[in-house]
């Protein structure tokens, strides 16, 4: 029975893989009008018709005060990528948006330089005319030998897809900022390591000059002083004053977590470690003191050097590397979640979305989704549940890596409690709706904004972007950091908005809810009608101008409210208003919401099911809902107590474990960085992901992948594959025997797609045992990849598999047979269709995945069936009860034969899932069948 | 250590009766592996309804819970083996002790009285009549108990006045004489006559024998019913199931289920009776035993049927509880207890407290 596409796999079994499927040419009459791009050799999809480079790529620039702003590398570090992108140009352009003055230097009343911890400006910026679109992401780094302390640095996202850049707006904000947390953390803690040394330097000198000192007044006293004399006093000043300077520099960088944390007795070590730390500083202030206790004894000693009068500061001094400013570990980190990101928002926009609203979906399925669904996805589900439960069906969606991987719930593990994320997303949530009173004043406002006007505008924009300098642009100031770095930042940020603001700041200066409460409510006042707007940020209009020489042609974006209350806003009393959004954020007016909108899954999806919503949102409210956990620790304390009693249930899960333990770790390492405790939460996220969630990421793609094609490779090569995936899909262990390991590896992997899971954890499978099988294998692995020795050794193999052959099936890849229970279903020769057209491994995949996702639909169904599964009345006989069953499973769900045991058998892996506890503390049984079994052959 | 995976000295196969992977009549099809031990599993006690304990040779008794199979308790203690008879209370104080057992002693307990504050333990009564060890004694009510020793006797005791209702020395066998040829052969394979266990209701005795399953009716004096290979190996541990099944475990590492099934008059099998029918030269006899087995064919008027049988452990199953609600409990050699259940019945079960749940949840609607 070896058909067309058999002799296809026999044949092509190696080189078949992912070759692109050539169709023989239509007729002329048929054939569609070829892509106008097509000669370029892209496909209808791409929008790289005028872009000069091949994909979407990452550009860190730097606006370096000696040469102007330059590119400094790219990710993918390949010139193929960028091919002739004039990154030179671009580099100009991105530096040239950031709006933001970075304020450092002697503020007015102060007596000393002042840090600011300016908050990084988030920008969506484009040129037609390049083709190009950007998300940039301006940050500003601390470099003791740069102009006011500062270097402005950029990160920016380039793409030839405005819609990728403008929809993924806020999943790229989160992203992007956690490389740069992860960037402003090692440099922080670099700035300060410089701060000692030139501390160091600065002592030496004094007491080098004071030795001088002391010699020139011995051998001179006559009772007034030589010039000489007079010179070195005002050296030794300027070095006093100096010392002074940088010692409060130190202070202020140090103080940087500890603002953040302050009142927040989180009852972990970390925490009593930062404010160790913190003492620690505040004993340090003393320079000598600090020499002598030597607090970081891990570094390598320094020697003193002495330190010229003359300022050091000179034009062909080189300037440090993005890697010294940032410390190696550091900037390898960022690096590494920079190519994360890469990878992540790699492909066409819409499979991005796609690949999102079906994480979203998948994540509202709860009771069934541990099944077939990767367990890497699933692992959020955790906390997505009870969040699900606290707060909103959930819209929540975070690329492949949400809560479990990212940083945020590991930090909070380590301060003792795991589920206090969720708990913040609650106060975060009070807290909106506090909010919601500003939402409601800037919404009446923004209705006296004429919609229309803006859309002109937009369309002028659209229509005029012929010019390169056309653009548009995206101011957005990330709320998480607004509500994390609020003080100092806030500040800074608010200063050129308005002079009440200012004046409202000094009076509350370091009120954590106050503060973010004037943000709110001031940068939407302000910023939302054009003037002001204009007025307020000054420099980016003007630098913009420059540009676009016409400013009615730029369009810039308040963003001001953030991305997440526009969420808020939309779900909450403007979800059937979209105009009143659309003006709200001038955005969506342009090409009905096709172009705009920052959160348009939300908006679309919102209407069109009602019930999928922009999991992006639920993506920064959680993200905020970390940072509000710490700020607004003073406020509501209970906050911390909750979340402290959630610990335990999650205590005993192993990813959990390994998180903390790695967070510890993290925070060992950076003992010496008294800078952060905020920032070692991003340097955790930045360093897991790497390790863990970015290769998990694209790995599972590939395996998905490969698994795919070498499943579609066992249904077309095996005419007995329906029985075993029969055996697989009813929880009957299917032992793969063979004596090459690496062909029984991947068959196991292929088959795996079909087996279901007993919960969140790893599938069980089993891809390669060598010792004879044991009652325990069979409970505990559904697919078991067995080696097939030779030796008399195998004997006992062999004689184990025999005697327990009726828990198993057995695929012999040696002799091509299959011994295993008789299948006559229908279900699995649609899953598995040896005839099948799909020609890739993906495509399969996804076929497998929506067939099982149906069955995991009926499944439901018959689990939750209260007359099925429950007597009707008292003495209803068990076989009235089981006739039921059968008839619904038959009538209703239309399974025939032995497809009733495929969702019987998913009907009680839902109902002992559905029944555990807390995850993980159920027992897997082993239910099985005494029926005969046949042996297939080829 | 295996059994089955030696392939030498393995007692000859394919004679014990066996089943195929149909069992209709198997209720038990779910299992659930419990792994808490570290030796052998020796001994389960049934504590009430749900609770039952195991105790095994690495000194360890776990009490567990058979409904949600969780440890309940887990204690360390010293046991104290050999010929001695320990009298313990509940705070494992060893109370008295007595030794030197090799016969069927009776024993009294006396507890302390007024007189004496002190537990004792008195020999009442000493029965000298087994001729080899005994392996087993079961009450059957009030009046009566069973013994069985190493050599196959079965004796049928008094417990008022300590006399012998009956004395079965191979009882079944038909030839009595037996050279003394063939007393060696049956030296060799002595373990096949001993007697380990018995369990009885009111009208049988049944009777691990060997490798085989005896039913001894209490009334009639005599086998009704035997299965002369019931299992590779010595059976371990019988019992009795209310609706006429019997459980047995074995050296082999397995379990069967049976059903004492009346006997069609004229359809039946011949009961091969005697025990040396499965030495291979019991069919030297058959002809002599043409009459004996003729008269006998009146009187076994039941059989045993496999209906089922429960493989899981990889060594010997030592021994098993039955439990009405929670199914079976076996434990092994192989360190492993085992919880057999049927799997409709759990899967019921799971349903009900399913929707238990959701009614706690309030997520239970009921709609028209």
Same mark, same amino acid.
């Given at each position: 029975m070896i058909s067309a596409p058999d002799v296809v796999a026999f044949t092509k079994?190696?080189?078949?893989?992912?070759e692109p499927y050539n169709e023989p040419a239509l007729p002329e009459e048929y054939?569609?009008?070829?892509?106008?791009?097509?000669?370029?050799?892209?496909?209808?999809?791409?929008?790289?018709? %005028?872009?000069?480079?091949?994909r979407d790529f990452i550009l860190i620039s730097e606006f370096s005060e000696q040469v102007g702003p330059q590119p400094?590398?790219?990710?993918?570090?390949?010139?193929k990528v960028f091919g002739t992108f004039d990154l030179n140009y671009f580099s100009l352009r991105i530096m040239s948006v950031?709006?933001?003055?970075?304020?450092?230097?002697?503020?007015?009343?102060?007596?000393y330089p002042k840090l600011n911890f300016v908050e990084d400006s988030k920008v969506v910026l484009g040129d037609s005319k390049e083709g190009a679109f950007a998300y940039v992401h301006h940050l500003t780094l601390y470099d003791l030998e740069a102009r006011g302390f500062v270097r402005p640095f950029c990160m920016a996202y380039i793409s030839a897809d405005q819609h990728k850049i403008m929809q993924q707006f806020q999943e790229l904000s989160a992203e992007f900022s956690k490389a740069s947390e992860c960037l402003k953390t090692g440099n922080r803690k670099a700035f300060a390591g410089e701060l000692e040394k030139k501390l160091k330097d600065l002592d030496y000198t004094r007491t080098v000059l004071h030795t001088e000192t002391e010699i020139q007044k011995k051998a001179n006293d006559k009772g007034f002083y030589s010039s000489q004399a007079i010179e070195k006093a005002n050296e030794l000043a300027s070095v006093e004053k100096s010392i002074i300077e940088h010692q409060d520099l130190l202070k202020q960088i140090r103080s940087y977590p500890h603002r953040k944390s302050k009142?927040?007795?989180?009852?972990s070590g970390e925490m009593e470690q930062t404010s160790d730390q913190a003492d620690q500083v505040s004993s340090t202030s003393n320079p000598d003191e600090s020499a002598e206790t030597?607090?970081?004894?891990?570094?390598p000693a320094y020697t003193p050097k002495l330190i010229k009068a003359?300022?050091?500061?000179?034009?062909?001094k080189k300037l440090k590397t993005l890697e010294e400013l940032c410390d190696t570990e550091y900037f390898t980190q960022t690096l590494a979640q920079l190519s994360h990101i890469e990878h992540m928002f790699r492909g066409d926009l819409c499979y991005l979305l796609t690949s999102q609203i079906d994480r979203a979906l998948l994540k509202q399925?709860?009771?069934?989704?541990?099944?077939?669904?990767d367990f890497v996805e699933v692992?959020?589900?955790?906390?997505e549940k009870q969040e699900n439960v606290s707060s909103k069906p959930s819209e929540d969606q975070l690329p492949s890596r949400s809560l479990g991987e990212c940083p945020i719930p590991k930090v909070l593990i380590s301060v003792g409690s795991y589920k206090s994320s969720v708990e913040s997303v609650l106060i975060k949530m009070e807290q909106e709706l506090g909010d919601e009173e500003y939402k409601d004043a800037e919404v009446a406002e923004l209705n006296s904004f004429d919609p229309q006007e803006n859309l002109d505008y937009l369309d002028m924009d659209m229509k005029g972007s012929?010019?390169? %300098?056309?653009s548009i642009e995206v101011l957005g100031t990330e709320k998480s950091t607004s509500v994390l770095s609020k003080s100092d930042s806030q500040a800074s940020l608010t200063v050129p908005l308005s002079p009440q603001v200012i004046r409202s700041k000094a009076v509350s200066h370091r009120t954590i809810s106050e503060d973010s409460i004037e943000v709110l409510s001031t940068c939407p006042s302000e910023a939302l009608i054009p003037d002001d707007f204009k007025a307020s940020y000054p420099s980016a209009i003007n630098e913009e101008e420059s540009y676009?020489?016409?400013?009615?042609?730029a369009i810039h974006f308040?963003?001001?409210?953030s991305p997440p209350e526009l969420g808020e806003t939309e779900e909450g009393s403007l979800e059937n208003t979209p105009s009143q959004i659309d003006s709200s954020c001038c955005i969506g007016q342009e090409s009905d919401g096709q172009l705009g909108p920052f959160s348009p899954p939300a908006h679309t999806h919102y209407d069109e099911?009602?019930?999928?919503?922009?999991?992006p949102q639920s993506y920064r409210q959680k993200d905020q809902g970390f940072h509000v956990d710490f700020t607004v620790e003073n406020a509501s304390p209970s906050s911390r107590d909750n979340s402290c009693e959630g610990f335990p249930a999650y205590e005993l899960d192993p990813n959990h474990l390994l998180a903390s333990r790695d967070v510890s770790k993290t925070s060992l390492d950076n003992y010496?960085?008294?800078?952060s405790y905020v920032s070692s939460v991003a340097s955790t996220s930045s360093d897991r992901i790497p390790s863990s969630a970015h290769p998990s990421c694209s790995s599972s793609e590939r395996h998905k992948k490969r698994a795919g094609q070498n499943a579609l490779k066992f249904i077309r090569q095996y005419p007995f594959a329906h029985p075993a995936i029969y055996s697989l899909l009813s929880g009957r262990t299917l032992v793969v025997l063979g004596e090459d390991e690496a062909i029984v590896r991947k068959l196991v992997t292929a088959l795996s797609i079909f087996v279901p899971n007993y919960?969140?954890?790893?599938?069980?499978?089993?891809?390669?045992?060598?010792?004879p099988l044991h009652i325990l294998d069979f409970q505990k692995w559904k697919l078991i990849g067995l080696q097939r020795v030779a030796?008399?050794?195998s004997a006992g193999t062999l004689h184990a598999l025999s005697r327990y052959s009726r828990y198993t099936s057995i695929l012999d890849l040696d002799n091509k047979t299959l011994r295993c229970p008789l299948y006559r279903g229908t279900l699995v020769p649609r899953l598995?269709?040896?005839?099948?057209?799909?020609?890739?491994g993906s495509t399969y995949y996804l076929h497998v995945q929506s067939m099982l996702t149906q069955l995991c639909a009926k499944a439901f169904l018959y689990t939750f069936c209260h007359h099925l599964q429950l007597p009707?009345?008292?003495?209803?006989t068990e076989e009235l009860r089981a006739s039921r069953q059968a008839s619904f499973l038959k009538l209703?769900?239309?399974?025939?034969n032995e497809d009733a045991r495929v969702v019987q058998y998913l009907a009680e892996l839902l109902k002992l899932h559905y029944l555990?506890?807390?995850?993980?503390?159920g027992h897997p049984m082993l239910r099985f069948d005494y029926v005969p079994s046949f042996l297939y052959k080829i | 250590m295996l059994r089955w995976l030696i392939?030498?000295?393995?007692?000859?196969?394919?004679l014990a009766e066996t089943i195929g992977e149909?069992?209709?009549?198997?209720?038990?099809t779910e299992l659930l592996v419990l792994k808490a031990?570290?030796?052998?599993?020796?001994f389960l006690v049934q504590l009430d309804d749900y609770r039952f304990a195991s105790a095994g040779d690495d000194g360890i008794v776990i009490v567990w819970n058979?409904?949600?199979?969780?440890?309940l308790q887990r204690l360390d203690v010293w046991l104290s083996g050999g010929n001695e008879v320990c009298v313990w209370n509940r705070k494992l104080d060893l109370l008295c002790k007595t030794c030197h057992l090799s016969d069927t002693v009776i024993f009294r307990l006396v507890a302390p009285t007024d007189e004496s504050l002190e537990w004792d333990i008195r020999e009442v009564k000493r029965l000298l @009549?087994?001729?080899?060890?005994?392996l087993s004694l079961v009450n059957v009510n009030d009046l009566s108990f069973v013994t069985g020793s190493h050599v196959g006797e079965l004796i049928i005791w @008094?417990?008022? @006045?300590?006399?012998?209702?009956a004395y079965e020395r191979?009882?079944?066998?038909?030839?009595?004489?037996?050279d003394t040829q063939q007393e060696i052969k049956l030296c060799q394979k002595l373990t096949d006559i001993s007697i380990h266990h018995f369990t009885c209701d009111e009208e049988n005795v049944f009777a691990a024998v060997g490798r085989g399953l005896y039913v001894y009716s209490l009334?009639?004096?005599?086998?009704?019913?035997?299965?002369?290979?019931?299992? @590779?190996?010595?059976?371990?541990h019988i019992a009795k199931l209310p609706n006429r099944q019997l459980i047995s475990c074995s050296e082999d590492g397995s379990v069967r289920i049976w059903e004492l099934r009346e006997k069609q008059q004229l359809a039946?099998?011949?009961?091969?009776?005697?025990?040396f029918n499965m030495w291979g030269f019991g069919r030297v006899n058959k002809q002599a035993n043409q009459p004996v087995k003729k008269q006998q064919e009146n009187v076994t008027s039941c059989s045993l049927e496999l209906i089922g049988d429960l493989i899981?452990?990889?060594?010997?199953?030592?021994m098993f509880l039955y439990f009405e609600d929670h199914g079976l409990v076996t434990c092994s050699a192989d360190h492993l207890i085992i919880l057999w259940k049927n799997g409709e019945r759990e899967s019921g079960l799971r349903s009900l407290k399913l929707f238990q749940k959701l009614e706690e949840n309030g997520d239970l609607y009921f709609t028209v």
């Open positions: 079994e190696d080189e078949y893989e992912e054939s569609v009008p070829l892509f106008p791009f097509a000669s370029q050799g892209a496909n209808p999809w791409s929008k790289l018709s %005028g872009a000069k480079f091949s400094l590398l790219t990710i993918p570090n390949d010139t950031d709006y933001q003055a970075s304020f450092v230097g002697h503020p007015p009343g102060s007596a009142g927040s007795d989180l009852c030597d607090l970081y004894t891990c570094r003359k300022s050091t500061k000179c034009f062909d399925q709860h009771i069934t989704n541990f099944l077939f669904e692992d959020d589900r955790v906390v012929v010019s390169s %300098g056309e676009a020489g016409d400013n009615e042609g308040q963003a001001s409210t099911d009602g019930v999928v919503s922009s999991p010496s960085d008294t800078t919960g969140r954890y790893a599938k069980p499978v089993k891809h390669w045992v060598s010792s030796s008399p050794a598995a269709d040896h005839r099948t057209q799909i020609k890739r009707a009345h008292d003495k209803e209703d769900l239309g399974l025939v555990q506890e807390s995850p993980g503390t | 392939g030498g000295g393995r007692e000859p196969q394919g149909e069992q209709t009549q198997n209720p038990y031990h570290h030796d052998i599993v020796r058979a409904q949600c199979l969780t440890i @009549d087994h001729q080899d060890n005994i @008094d417990a008022l @006045d300590w006399t012998m209702q191979n009882f079944w066998d038909p030839a009595p004489q037996l009334q009639m004096k005599r086998v009704i019913a035997c299965q002369k290979t019931a299992h @590779d190996s010595s059976v371990l039946a099998e011949p009961v091969p009776t005697g025990f899981g452990h990889s060594s010997s199953v030592e």
